[in-house]
């Protein structure tokens, strides 16, 4: 019971935070979904079903940080011409980071799904 508390805690510190700053700036399904895939990719891929959970939350901080890589990539290298451009900088930089807000998320909350070995 202690865990789901403490869950409760941390997210809610975490959608406070959020609510200040508005909530419209951390979605995007598209970084959401290359997380939330990764992350059950890499869970079936280590192949350990008594630790998939696990596996998945691991999963999930991996592919936050290589999608955030992978947006910084694409930033700097001018694909969509918008290095330089504050405007437009700051709304792609904002979106890389995003994944590996959301890896650290899922990691979280798969903390508390695991098994108690």
């Given at each position: 019971?202690?865990?789901?508390i403490?869950?409760?805690?941390?997210?809610?510190?975490?959608?406070?935070?959020?609510?200040?700053v508005?909530?419209n700036?951390?979605?995007?399904?598209?970084?959401?979904?290359?997380?939330?895939?990764?992350?059950?990719?890499?869970?079936?891929?280590?192949?350990?079903?008594?630790?998939?959970?696990?596996?998945?939350?691991?999963?999930?901080?991996?592919?936050?940080?290589?999608?955030?890589?992978?947006?910084?990539?694409a930033?700097t290298?001018?694909?969509?011409?918008?290095?330089?451009?504050?405007?437009?900088?700051?709304?792609?930089?904002?979106?890389?980071?995003?994944?590996?807000?959301?890896?650290?998320?899922?990691?979280?909350?798969t903390?508390?799904?695991?098994?108690?070995?």
């Amino acid at each position: 019971m202690s865990k789901y508390i403490g869950l409760l805690i941390c997210l809610s510190i975490i959608i406070g935070a959020i609510s200040h700053v508005g909530f419209n700036y951390y979605n995007d399904i598209l970084s959401f979904s290359f997380v939330a895939g990764g992350s059950i990719g890499y869970g079936l891929l280590k192949g350990q079903k008594d630790q998939f959970i696990i596996n998945c939350g691991n999963g999930a901080v991996y592919f936050g940080w290589f999608g955030t890589l992978i947006g910084l990539i694409a930033l700097t290298a001018g694909k969509w011409d918008n290095w330089g451009n504050m405007d437009k900088t700051g709304v792609a930089l904002s979106i890389a980071m995003l994944t590996v807000f959301y890896g650290y998320i899922i990691k979280l909350i798969t903390l508390v799904l695991k098994k108690n070995n």
